[in-house]
């Protein structure tokens, strides 16, 4: 019949320890916390051992007995309960991550979910490594952020700040799977569903270290029978957790081997020293004894100091190689004589520094039952039930990827923990870049990202949702992996530095040219792929060597750079001057001005041509391909698209195959029924054409050797007398033309 006094929800919390379990019921009002029914059972044989269950059914039998007194007591059936994992088989690990946009970038929520996310498995990575010899699976059951870092500066919340860089320091705890195992089935033979699951050193802290007291540097020692768990804060966090597997029943066994009696007798020889003058026992032998408590604690000194001094040196490496400030002592074992006063010497504290915690820490906690001490023995239990309400951690099982999945709830678990929890790495849950390129520049370093991929994909419950959304009992997960993105490509052709030019003046004329790029000392093109580790040098001269091999030149006689006789290894730079002789050699100028000035007979305006090739051919000058004109010069201002290359090719094959429609439509043609044989001068190179009446331009091409298959350049330049002209424009005696690639 349920008990009109109690409100409908009772918090049922339960203390599962080495030497005994302790139930408790209860629930909260306002600030306060009301036990309505207590229950301590011992266990009747050593079930457990340094917290850890070795006999499920015994232990099962010891919760059953619990739960049936207190559904006694409150006169209410009992079915969910709230337990805690001791610590001796917790571990923890404290690291560093940081997360690095690619610009500034104003941080949100989902940023800093991705940062602790980085923490968690680089603690992960850790353990695995730290354990990589035991085949142990463990489970993350928490992890607590010590302090977050923006642009590499401490801050209290990132959310919300710009920041090129975050960074995190957490502490993640870890249980492994047969610690669980054995604590769901222990109470669930009890006929008990777990409600919630917290750490024994998280529920005792909650109780004996509040939040405002966390500022301080202090330690929080739960001393049980099997282990004594060490929780630390400071500066308003738990900054370490640690365990000792050294506690009450070490000193037991200190009394069973001194005295010759059982571990039953040797307990209560130990709690008499607590609250009696004078022992009274029988030995194995069956002989009685009479001790003093003060021949008790003289007995227990060596391993009361030995226990002390490891429970310091575990304080001073949690807190980073020093002392805390004060130490809080709850839980039974700490209750021995002698004990804290230890502890303080050890610490080199002042015996007042180092205290139990108990009815102090107790104050907002109302028991109902009559002659309930508040004892430091009572502070987990409560803090257990107290847990209840600040989170409602349990382990619930989904489905991620066809795989049934074992996560410790804490009331905040989403798609991102169940992929950790099967060991999907967290580089494939968000967009991964491709290969990065590293180079130099001008002996700078310069890195060029990859392109971004997709984000994984990921369905719950047949929905596409994000990893921050929350999951449930029984959810089913699907997660497509997030892709990489392309490889960093870099092009020397666009470098902005290597788009700026070099200015110099040519035999008079401005030339303007791209700069070189030189890759590993070698020069490359501006479609050239830098590779990793390339040393890339955008030079800001030419040699004369480079500038005539650019610019297709072949000279006579000495060049001058600045007025001032060069070598071709000399290098140019802006604005330099260069001046020389574009012949083949000094023969073929004589060739050309013998060409002009005496084969021209100015009376009749009349040439022998005969003379011409026979001194022409007499000296070995092969002037079609050797005399070039300034006109021809290659400038990097004068390359044109491809698209006019194909279309000046285009119009030179049409004027050679449509030469009778062009001198139909010639304005200039003039009718003459007799052949005419004219002499006129191609690219300074005389050319006889006879066997027509009339000539026009396009006329050239049957005598002239101009390859029309191939393109040599972006321009074709045609000029008759130095004007420009069309195929059509008529030709006469001496006239003289220029046809040309430009490139």
Known sequence: MVNKRYPEHLVFGLDIGTRSIVGTVGYKDAEQFIVVAQCVKEHETRAML??????????????????????????????????????????????????????ETIVKEEHIHSLDLIGVEKAYDTL?????????????VGYSVIQYYLNGYTIGKLEGHKANRIGTNLIATFLP????????????????????????????????????????????????????????????????????????????????????????????????????KKVTYKDIMGISHKLTTEEVIEILKPVINSMAGCIAEKIVELNGGKPVSAVFVVGGGGKVPGFTQTLAEKLELNKDRVALRGEEVLGDVIFMQENIKKDPLLVTPVGICLNFYDQRNNFIFVQVNGDRVKLYDNSKLTVADAAIQIGLPNENLFPRRGKAVSYTLNGNKRMARGELGEAAQIKLNGEIVGLSHNIEQNDIIEITESTVGEDAKVIVGELPEYKSSITFTFNDKKIICPKFAEVNKELVTEFYELKEGDAVEILNYYTLKQVLKFMDIEYTGTIYMNNI??????????????????YDSLEAKRAADRLEAEYFNKDNGSIDADEVFEDLEESSIKTATSIKTATSIKTATSIKTATSLETSASEVNAAANNKEELLKVSDHSKVNTLEETIYIIVNNEPLKLSGKKQYIFVDILDFYAFDLSKAGGS?????????????????????????????
């Open 715 to 743: 321009e074709l330049v045609i000029t008759l007398n130095g004007e420009k002209s069309e195929f059509t424009a008529p030709l006469k005696d001496k006239d003289i033309v220029e046809l040309y690639w430009v490139k």
């Open 128 to 140: 695995r490594q730290e354990m990589k010899e035991e085949k142990i699976h463990f489970y993350c």
């Open 565 to 582: 006789p060069a070598v071709e290894e000399e290098k140019i730079y802006e604005n330099f001057s260069i001046r020389c002789e574009i």
């Open 50 to 103: 340094d917290g850890q269950i070795h006999d499920i059914n015994t232990v099962a039998e010891t919760i059953d007995k619990v739960k049936q007194e207190l559904e006694g007591q409150i006169g209410r059936r009992l079915t969910d309960v709230c337990i805690a994992a001791a610590g001796r088989v917790l571990k923890t690990v404290t690291v560093s991550a940081e997360y690095e946009f690619s610009a």
């Open 177 to 276: 799977d047969e610690v669980i195992d054995s604590l769901y089935s222990a109470v669930e033979k009890a006929g008990l569903y777990v409600a919630n699951l917290t750490l024994e050193p998280i529920a005792a802290i909650n109780v004996a270290i509040p939040e405002k007291f966390r500022l301080l540097n202090i330690a929080m020692i739960d001393i049980g029978a099997g282990t004594s768990d060490i929780s630390i804060t400071r500066d308003g966090s738990i900054i370490a957790y640690g365990m000792i597997p050294r506690a009450g029943d070490e000193i037991t066994e200190a009394v069973v081997k001194e005295y010759l009696v059982d571990f039953k007798t040797a307990e209560t020889i130990k709690l008499s020293c607590l609250k009696k």
